[in-house]
């Protein structure tokens, strides 16, 4: 089937600008996942949806970046007066409901391909 | 805080050859942990995971061991391939519930022919 998938693969834009990206989550997963990835760096956390709600957005580096994801599926990912430290790779993840009241299950995180963002 | 420290790459080998990639973490409690792969031009793909000490995670001949006592999670293998060339980052899910991973900041590994 389908995987993750994220729109546009490449974005360049102008310090000060507004950016959005896309999420297409792998159908049926009800938590979605952003994450940034800076050059030679791993994945960071930036934020995490369950359903309609963000479960944990202890990851955004500041108000200048907000997400939604208003039906419970396609996510969008909004940076506001771009700066160029902001350029990064932007990837989304999907994986299945959460298991269990704990929340201690895993359920295996999907990546998409990314979203390469480059601000000038 | 949670964190993930892998050897510095890029690290190239010869075909056949062994295969090990450090690991160490940080954190409160007790995580589990993964190595994810990422091959060129793909996105992060999960290679083999453990969800407590002294589990043994393996896939295509990849294997690692959660160790407690040294807080490491080490990746090896026997005979590399030129297909496992790729960047492999280790990450951590920190306990108490919680859904987001915590990475390193990932090893190239070039194998040669």
């Known amino acids: 089937g389908a995987g993750v998938s994220q729109t546009p693969s490449n974005k360049v834009t102008e310090k000060g600008k507004y950016v959005e990206l896309r999420c297409d989550p792998i159908s049926g997963h009800t938590a979605l996942y952003w994450y940034r990835q800076s050059l030679g760096q791993g994945p960071e956390f930036l934020i995490y949806f369950q359903g309609t709600g963000a479960a944990d957005d202890s990851g955004l580096p500041n108000d200048r970046f907000f997400a939604v994801r208003p039906e419970g599926s396609v996510s969008t990912l909004k940076i506001q007066r771009t700066e160029r430290g902001d350029s990064a790779v932007y990837l989304c993840?999907?994986?299945?409901?959460?298991?269990?009241?704990?929340?201690?299950?895993?359920?295996?995180?999907?990546f998409g391909p990314g979203t390469r963002l480059t601000v000038l | 805080g949670n964190s993930v420290t892998q050897m510095e790459g890029p690290v190239t080998l010869s075909e056949e050859a062994f295969l090990t990639i450090n690991c160490t973490y940080t954190a409160t409690g007790y995580p589990s942990l993964f190595w994810y792969v990422q091959y060129p031009g793909e996105g992060l793909q999960l290679l083999l995971k453990a969800t407590k000490a002294d589990d043994k995670g393996s896939n295509k001949g990849f294997e690692a061991t959660y160790r407690k006592e040294t807080t490491s999670f080490h990746l090896e293998k026997g005979s590399v391939q030129v297909s496992d060339s790729a960047v492999y980052f280790c990450a951590l899910r920190p306990s108490q519930g919680a859904q987001k991973l915590v990475f390193g900041q990932g090893t190239r590994l070039t194998i040669n022919p």
């Open positions: 993840a999907s994986s299945l409901i959460l298991g269990g009241t704990s929340g201690s299950s895993y359920n295996e995180q999907f």
